[in-house]
């Protein structure tokens, strides 16, 4: 199913992740006030919220452009080596921006 | 899992002041993630008003950029619906883990401290409580400062998002891949999250090739979560 994003559009899609979010914040208090979270379960949980964007980003590297993919290369090593996420993404865009203008 | 002692939960104005200061540092990164996010929402094709809704709303970062890739002038939105509950998925655990304390307060509140729950004031929370501090003041207090200054940096990225005319050529349409890859390789990583990587990135590839369009994102994080189950925890 598909909403057009004309009109009221794009405010029920907003209002649709809203409502998506708060039940994963409400979710695990509410579901553990009946029987707590089993370890198979908690297991799941945590390999899907990363796999998430792991599958996100594949098809963005698989088929984008030389310097988005130097981007996200240098993103990748600066974060390996700093830890720090800003300066990370900093240098990431920052990378592509000077390949284009070369 | 900590025990929870009889005063730890407890849940005051200054608690929630000391809270509040206590996150504000970390607020001003929080700021520069907003406007990142402002940015990137405007070159997707979202108008300035419902990129602040979605920020004020929804206020995850992570779900918010993925959603980015799926806006377009029609919105697959069971796909969009799946990939936000993936990413937020974690909300789950902090929800789980803070159970021993929030057990403790009334229904209306126990929910609606959770209402602002994000990665770093459920940790600082986590903190106190393991150093036997009450931490539901920086939960709530913090999380009111993160969510403050979030909407604040969305409005300020909107702004500029506007007024840039060549953002590719500045490389701003690389801002979304660059934080969701920082978030990646910012997470756990041992052999197991690797191996859980690899199995989440082909399937999504395969998927991406050869299914519908926008599946790529579900089948890669159900195999990804399917990997993590069957591997079991390595760790431990």
């Known amino acids: 199913m598909n909403i057009d994003v004309t009109g009221m559009g794009s405010l029920t899609v907003v209002l649709i992740m809203a409502v ?14 009946f029987v707590p979270l089993s370890a198979p ?8 919220s990363g796999s998430v964007l792991v599958a996100l980003l594949a098809p963005l590297a698989a088929t984008g452009d030389s310097e988005a993919r130097i981007a996200l290369l240098t993103t990748a090593v600066i974060m390996l080596i700093l830890k720090r996420p800003l300066p990370a993404i900093a240098c990431g865009i920052l990378a592509a921006a000077l390949m284009r203008q070369l | 899992m900590a025990s929870a002692n009889a005063e730890l939960h407890q849940l005051d104005k200054s608690l ?16 520069v993630f907003g406007a990142a996010f402002g940015l990137a929402a405007v070159q997707a094709g979202l108008d300035s008003t419902i990129t602040v809704a979605m920020s004020t709303l929804v206020f995850a970062g992570a779900a918010q950029f993925a959603a980015l890739d799926l806006w377009g002038p029609h919105i697959p939105l069971f796909t969009m619906m799946i990939t936000v509950f993936a990413i937020n998925a974690r909300h789950l655990l902090m929800g789980a883990t ?20 994000s990665d770093a004031n459920w940790a600082m929370s986590m903190q106190a409580f393991s150093r036997g501090k009450p931490g539901l003041g ?3 207090g913090g999380g009111l400062a993160l969510w403050i200054f979030w909407v604040f940096g969305t409005w300020i990225g909107t702004y500029f998002g506007n007024a840039i005319r060549d953002p590719k050529g500045l490389g701003l349409d690389m801002v ?8 990646v390789v910012g997470g756990d990583k041992s052999m197991r999250m690797l191996f859980i990587w690899v199995v989440a990135g082909l399937s999504s590839l395969l998927a991406y090739w050869y299914l519908p ?8 994080a159900l195999a990804g979560g399917i990997a993590g189950t069957v591997l079991g925890d390595t760790k431990q």
């Open chain 2, 213 to 220: 369009e926008n599946s790529h994102v579900v089948v890669g």
């Open chain 1, 41 to 48: 379960i908690t297991r799941f949980i945590q390999a899907m």
């Open chain 2, 138 to 140: 920086l939960l709530f």
């Open chain 2, 176 to 183: 979304m891949g660059c934080f969701l890859l920082a978030m």
């Open chain 2, 16 to 31: 929630i002041w000391s809270g509040f200061k206590q996150l504000a540092p970390i607020s001003l990164f929080v700021t």
């Open chain 1, 20 to 33: 998506v979010t708060l039940a994963t914040r409400w979710g695990g208090v509410y579901v553990m006030s």
């Open chain 2, 98 to 117: 803070l159970y021993p304390w929030l057990s403790r307060l009334p229904a209306a509140r126990r929910y609606g401290v959770m209402l602002l729950a």
